[in-house]
């Protein structure tokens, strides 16, 4: 079974662009979630989907970032204008839909995508 | 609001000894803690969780971790080391409180020396 995948791998772009990140969840994962690692600091939670629906957004940081994740599949996450505090690595993760249980759940997390911007 | 540290940066063990990576917690209600380990130029891999039951809690590669409700910990361990255990671990927690949150420590970076 494929796991978390994530495109691109890195990313260079200079402050002011955009850039774009993709995340295709396992297969049958109804849940996504976006994290962000900012240079050796916490793993912070950006949003969660459910589905094509966006359940929690509370993480993230300013309306630079729009995700979306249209038919429900795969996610992308959009920073646009790029800033110099957007570097980090950026973690997609997703689990199973046991809406009971969903606290106990594993969330299976993908490579990151290591964003630089200039 | 729920948290979790990690009070050591770096643990540093000598292979074929044990080891443990601290961790404690701060959340509402019963916790959920999860351990996963990031290896260069790698992904988050999950290796153990701790839900309910036993406070004892085995998981991949060899490596467990104990649940201590007192002390609020979930510390992991392993009892014999190997060089290929060399990585960045990073403990979470998740409560009633952040429906759908992961809050992760800071990361520990663990060097296994030959």
């Known amino acids: 079974e494929a796991g978390v995948t994530q495109f691109p791998s890195h990313s260079v772009i200079e402050k002011g662009q955009t850039v774009t990140l993709r995340c295709d969840p396992i297969?049958?994962?109804?849940?996504l979630y976006w994290y962000r690692r900012v240079m050796g600091k916490e793993i912070k939670f950006l949003l969660h989907?459910?589905?094509?629906?966006?359940?929690?957004e509370s993480g993230m940081p300013n309306n630079r970032f729009l995700a979306e994740r249209t038919g429900g599949t795969y996610s992308t996450l959009k920073v646009q204008p790029a800033e110099l505090e957007d570097s980090g690595v950026y973690f997609c993760a997703s689990s199973q839909d046991s809406a009971a249980v969903l606290y106990q759940e594993t969330q299976y997390f993908g490579p990151g995508t290591r964003l630089l911007v200039l | 609001a729920q948290s979790v540290a990690q009070p050591e940066d770096q643990v540093n063990v000598a292979e074929g000894n044990p080891l443990t990576v601290k961790c404690t917690y701060s959340v509402s209600g019963n916790p959920y803690l999860f351990w996963y380990v990031q290896y260069p130029n790698r992904g988050l891999q999950f290796l153990l969780k701790y839900i309910t039951g036993d406070n004892l809690v085995k998981g991949s590669y060899g490596f467990e971790a104990e649940f201590n409700k007192s002390q609020t910990s979930f510390h992991l361990k392993k009892p014999s080391a190997l060089v290929s255990d060399s990585a960045l671990y990073f403990c979470?927690?998740?409560?009633?409180?952040?429906?759908?949150?992961?809050?992760f420590g800071k990361g520990t970076m663990l060097l296994v020396s030959p």
């Open positions: 979470a927690v998740r409560g009633l409180g952040g429906y759908s949150t992961l809050t």
């Open positions: 989907f459910v589905k094509e629906s966006k359940q929690d």
């Open positions: 297969s049958g994962h109804d849940n």
